[in-house]
């Protein structure tokens, strides 16, 4: 199943034989008052050098979040994505809880863009599903509904069931859908990446749908954090995973070996040529 993404003039494929999909994750204020800061001053240069820095590592779409308490994000949002369709060519991933928000960013961008997300609640399929639809968007959708995240791997994939149900309804192909199965933090819950790890081989059996994952919850609260997310993505990429929304400054270069080594990388001409371009820093030699 090919889920494809468009800029003004590129096109990006998720699918389970092409390599894996990096979507970053740094334009989200959420804990980073530096970048909190720059958006309430209405200052998009700050959101502009993180944007470049992904882009340079890596990154095949940005994530954009813009959601700081306060400010209005009907305005902001659009703003952001101007700002970047003006200066990078590479899809984008509107990340926002406000339909209102999502609608004026949908106007002002520039090919297809992957909207996160929608969840099973009966509100944010009604609010969301249309303007994915009106706007021949893709889509993310949450495993949590009304009655919040599901503990179990069976009912997380009956809600990633009842989401692909409701988006065919309206006329949205299982391709224009990308199932996140939810990671919360192993730090709170030993068996936390478990039941997601289950859920992604569920969704991919039952349904063969593309597979999100954000690969940076997995370990908060944990000491080596790098190493746990490390580990989770490995194993998530196995499960059935096809992109993430992570930090591609961090797992770039891991998640081309992870290609690699699930043969999608012939001649590992892409981990080589992501080394090249990506050398890691000789730490400095004493003198
Ligand atoms: N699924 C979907 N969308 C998502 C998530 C998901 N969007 C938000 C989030 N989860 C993914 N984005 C982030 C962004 C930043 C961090 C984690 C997830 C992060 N920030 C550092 C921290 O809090 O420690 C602070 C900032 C920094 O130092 O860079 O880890 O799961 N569909």
Sequence with gaps: MQTILRSKTKEV?????????????KINPTGRKKLAAALQEGNLEYVKEIAANQVAAGADLLDVNVGVPGLDDVAMLPRVVQ???????LPLCLDTPNPQALEAAMRVAPGKVLVNSVNGEEKS??????????YDAAVIGLTMDDNGIPNDPETRTAI??????????????PENVVIDPLVLTVGADSKAAWVTLQTIELVRREFGVNINIGASNVSFGLPE???????FLALAIQAGATCAITDPMKYGLFIKATDLLLGRDNYAAKYIKYFKAHPKEEPAKPA
């Design 13 to 25: 494929k998720i699918d389970a034989h092409s390599a894996f999909v990096i979507i970053g994750e």
């Design 83 to 89: 700002m970047l369709s003006e200066n990078f060519d």
């Design 125 to 134: 399929l009604a609010a969301v599903l249309p303007i994915v639809k009106a």
């Design 160 to 173: 990633a069931g009842k989401i692909l149900e409701r988006a065919a309804k309206l006329g949205i192909p």
């Design 225 to 231: 954090r790098d190493v746990v997310n490390q580990a």
